[in-house]
């Protein structure tokens, strides 16, 4: 015996075709659920990581920048400027006046010749040459410019003198003994305070190593923001 003769085909389809409708069109958002799709959760993992690592490439550059900060300081704080023959400047008779006398020269010091341009050279010989003023000598060095920077990047004795005629035979002439950057003992006595041109040198150093410094630290917050 059929259970329900009372639903024939036609009553069954027109009951079911609107659930079937409505299931099809979405119609219905109680009962489908709506899920964001896969590859939007997978671009906001990638560009959570890509910040992470920029903000991680930033703080290292910070680091690095302070490093080189650092290393930039040290030497160039420690170094001297020296105004050779002090305020007389470079000038005849020159390995009379004592001028080295009481300095100790390091590597990475400099030194200043000042004078008239065309009326004096400063010329680096060797031993040699030095003593018997060989003006045709080999020359390890050359400045005429008046207002000479010359740099004493290693250790020993340099040897300069004056190539117009007749002026090292007048004793203008100059020999530095450049030492090693070491830290003395702690029984030794403290070195002679440096004279006049010396302090204003030293703190033009001090000043250009602090302008590096903060240049290079300014580059990477620059980059960092």
């Given amino acids: 015996m059929d259970p329900a003769p009372w639903l024939d085909d036609e009553t069954v389809h027109s009951s079911i075709a609107p659930c079937m409708a409505a299931c099809c069109c ?60 002090d305020d007389a400047g470079w000038r005849p008779q020159f390995n009379k006046t004592g001028w080295t006398n009481g300095k100790t ?58 190539s117009i005629p007749g002026h090292c035979d007048n004793g203008m002439k100059l020999v530095v003994d450049v030492q090693l950057d070491a830290a003395p003992s702690p029984d030794s006595p403290p070195p002679p305070a440096p004279k006049s041109s010396a302090p204003a040198a030293t703190a033009g150093r001090y000043t250009a190593a602090v302008a590096l410094a903060a240049g290079v630290v300014a580059s990477a917050l620059a980059l960092a923001l």
């Avoid at 910040?51 to 910070?62: I, T, V, Y």
């Avoid at 010329?123 to 000479?148: E, M």
């Avoid at 740099?151 to 004795?157: Q, S, Y």
């Fill in 26 to 85: 979405g119609s219905w958002p109680d009962l489908v659920e709506t899920r964001p799709p896969p590859q939007k959760h997978t671009a906001d993992r990638a560009r959570q990581q890509q910040l992470q690592e920029e903000a991680m490439a930033r703080r290292q550059a910070l680091l690095l920048a302070v490093v080189i900060a650092a290393a930039c300081l040290a030497p160039l704080a420690s170094a001297m400027e020296w105004m050779v023959g």
């Fill in 105 to 162: 020269f390091r590597v990475g010091d400099t030194l200043m010749f000042m004078y008239q341009p065309g009326a004096h050279t400063v010329i680096q010989v060797g031993k040699d040459d030095f003593i018997s003023c060989n003006l045709q000598g080999n020359q390890l060095g050359a400045w005429t410019s008046g207002n000479d920077v010359v740099h004493l990047d290693k250790p020993g004795k340099v040897w300069f003198f004056c």
